[in-house]
């Protein structure tokens, strides 16, 4: 199971963390992925950490401004938010990477990520 939360309404500049909680898997040995979906647009890619590594990959919109993170101590994943904008209004969703494939193959893809959790919703003002 995947849950997330930490989402909110903030402001154009804010700052905001999300977390998703795992459980009944073994957290620690599965690539990790955030995605989005802002109303009337597709579920799009924003970041991904590797289990073996701690490698990340982010997509170009979010990158240098929000920050993928890991705690396998306590199966927790974690996206920091920074210099938010009103576009990055979405759903965020995490999920679980097909464990049969390797953390850069498909990366962006959702048909990739094989297990979802419920969204936790951002909202950012002008």
């Known amino acids: 199971q995947l849950q997330a939360f930490g989402g909110g309404l903030v402001q154009a500049g804010d700052s905001l963390r999300l977390s998703c909680a795992a459980s009944?898997?073994?957290?620690?040995?599965?690539?990790m992925g955030w995605f989005r979906q802002a109303p009337g647009k597709e579920r799009e890619f924003v970041a991904a950490?590797?289990?073996?590594?701690?490698?990340?990959y982010y997509a170009d919109s979010v990158k240098e401004r929000f920050t993928i993170s890991r705690d396998n101590a306590k199966n927790t994943l974690y996206l920091q938010m920074n210099s938010l904008k009103p576009e990055d209004t979405a759903v965020y969703y995490c999920?679980?990477?097909?464990?049969?494939?390797?953390?850069?193959?498909?990366?962006?893809?959702?048909?990739?990520?094989?297990?979802w959790g419920q969204g936790t919703q951002v909202t950012v003002s002008s």
């Open positions: 999920a679980r990477k097909d464990s049969a494939r390797g953390f850069y193959v498909n990366i962006r893809s959702r048909s990739d990520y094989t297990y």
């Open positions: 950490i590797s289990w073996r590594t701690n490698s990340t």
């Open positions: 009944g898997f073994t957290f620690s040995n599965n690539n």
